[in-house]
């Protein structure tokens, strides 16, 4: 095993669609994730790294004023292995990145839950920055995930929401190359 993978979480079950390079990794899983452990893992002690920028996405425990008791994510593999490597190479035209690490859960989940974590690797912050924040935007309005969220008032499949497309859209623009 790469020593860049080494302090990867074991235990756990999960299917990783890419892994092209030490720290290049996309999973969609059921179980939970050690942040600490993945971080560690990110670029694999790779020296021209300068900066690592993080997200993670939780459960929230209201939505639309209703209290939510859990959030069940679904998708079809194939479709969601697809559309996640597309994005994440759409990532890496844009921003010379060393490594990037997109990991989404799936099943149910409760208030307080890791739903999402994302965290990219680059020589310079503002591509580190630029393109975990690209990462989580497009997850956010590209990934192909069903969110049906269950309150006191019975369970409701999530709409998209036009915030979610407007913070996307900046990414539509021509890309800038980040400084090198």
Same mark, same amino acid.
């Given at each position: 095993?790469?020593?860049?993978?080494?302090?990867?979480?074991? *235990?756990?079950? !999960?299917?990783?669609?890419?892994? &092209?390079? @030490?720290?290049?990794?996309?999973? %969609?899983?059921? +179980?939970?994730?050690?942040?600490?452990?993945?971080?560690?893992?990110?670029?694999?002690?790779?020296? =021209?790294?300068?900066?690592?920028?993080?997200?993670?996405?939780?459960?929230?425990?209201?939505?639309?004023?209703?209290?939510?008791?859990?959030?069940?994510?679904?998708?079809? /593999?194939?479709?969601?292995?697809?559309?996640?490597?597309?994005?994440?190479?759409?990532?890496?035209?844009? !921003?010379?990145? +060393? *490594? &990037?690490?997109?990991?989404?859960?799936?099943?149910?989940?409760? /208030?307080? $839950?890791?739903?999402?974590? %994302?965290?990219?690797? &680059?020589?310079?912050? +503002?591509?580190?920055?630029?393109?975990?924040?690209?990462?989580? $935007? !497009?997850?956010?309005?590209?990934? /192909?995930?069903?969110?049906?969220?269950?309150?006191?008032?019975? *369970?409701?499949?999530?709409? @998209?929401?036009? =915030?979610?497309?407007?913070?996307?859209?900046? !990414? =539509?623009?021509?890309?800038?190359?980040?400084?090198?």
């Amino acid at each position: 095993m790469p020593a860049a993978t080494a302090a990867w979480p074991r *235990a756990t079950r !999960w299917r990783c669609f890419r892994r &092209s390079r @030490a720290g290049n990794v996309i999973r %969609v899983q059921e +179980q939970d994730f050690d942040v600490g452990a993945e971080i560690d893992g990110l670029g694999g002690g790779d020296r =021209s790294i300068g900066g690592i920028a993080s997200f993670i996405g939780l459960v929230r425990d209201m939505a639309g004023g209703q209290r939510i008791r859990a959030m069940t994510l679904e998708h079809y /593999p194939a479709m969601t292995e697809r559309e996640l490597k597309r994005i994440e190479a759409d990532a890496r035209a844009r !921003w010379p990145l +060393q *490594a &990037s690490l997109v990991i989404h859960r799936y099943g149910r989940l409760e /208030p307080g $839950d890791r739903i999402v974590f %994302v965290a990219t690797a &680059s020589a310079h912050r +503002q591509a580190a920055f630029e393109s975990c924040m690209f990462l989580v $935007d !497009w997850l956010k309005t590209k990934a /192909p995930f069903w969110k049906l969220e269950e309150t006191g008032a019975g *369970a409701e499949w999530v709409a @998209a929401k036009a =915030s979610d497309d407007d913070a996307a859209e900046r !990414w =539509s623009r021509p890309a800038k190359k980040a400084a090198e």
